[in-house]
């Protein structure tokens, strides 16, 4: 799945608009960091931890701290590997330049 599946996935249970849009623009900001070089992948995965642990606490009550700490683990790991993915196809698609456009008429509309 892209980053974007996994953060909104991460944050289908809260109901909140101005909490969804920190949580999903945090992950995002610490990918940035990430992606550009600003952070190791060390600190980016355990700066993702802490925003799914919280989340994860806050959203399952019933849980051990044994068994949300296991949670938020698997996704923050499914995240830094959409981070990694992400980063991937942004190398790829950074290679390739744009074809030269093949039509003889003038770019504007009119």
Known sequence: MSLNA????LLSGIIGV?????IASTIFYISDLYLNGYINEDKARDEIYDVCYNIVR????????DEAKKKARALSEEIMRAVKLEGARRRAFSSLKPMPSTSSRPS???
């Open 6 to 9: 996994k953060v909104l996935s």
């Open 18 to 22: 101005n909490d969804r849009i920190g």
């Open 58 to 65: 806050s959203m399952n009550f019933d849980l051990t701290e």
């Open 108 to 110: 504007s509309l009119f």
